[in-house]
């Protein structure tokens, strides 16, 4: 099995800076890309950053020039550098990545894995 395990979520006041964590840890063999995503109450899960085994980044609009995301292979770890938050970033954040793994049949396939969130609260 793969996990992914979510780390730095946390209260913060408006202009402050977070760091959030995801560790990927077992089956696998390869991961490709790694994002981020978050989820306001009664609001559906958006893109916050993606970013490929390549290093290639994308960002949503409203978080350009505030987040970085950043990984590092040697670890399966994906970071979201979030600075100059706002209120309205306010949301569960869950990391997701593309992982090429393989069943105890000796089978390989890709999947896509989630973590289990973490909350993020900025206060005004």
């Known amino acids: 099995q793969v996990q992914l395990l979510e780390s730095g979520g946390g209260l913060v006041q408006a202009g402050g800076s977070l760091r959030l964590s995801c560790a990927a840890s077992?089956?696998?063999?390869?991961?490709?890309?790694m994002g981020w995503y978050l989820q306001g109450p009664g609001n559906k899960r958006e893109l916050v950053a993606g970013?490929?085994?390549?290093?290639?980044?994308n960002y949503a609009d409203p978080v350009k020039g505030r987040f970085t995301i950043s990984r590092d292979n040697a670890k399966n770890t994906v970071y979201l550098q979030m600075s100059s938050l706002k209120p309205e970033d306010t949301a569960v954040y869950y990391c997701?990545?593309?992982?090429?793994?393989?069943?105890?049949?000796?089978?390989?396939?890709?999947?896509?894995?989630w973590g289990q969130g973490t909350q993020v609260t900025v206060s005004s």
């Open positions: 970013i490929t085994s390549g290093g290639s980044t």
């Open positions: 077992g089956s696998i063999v390869n991961i490709n890309t």
């Open positions: 997701n990545a593309d992982i090429l793994t393989y069943s105890t049949g000796g089978s390989y396939y890709t999947a896509r894995y």
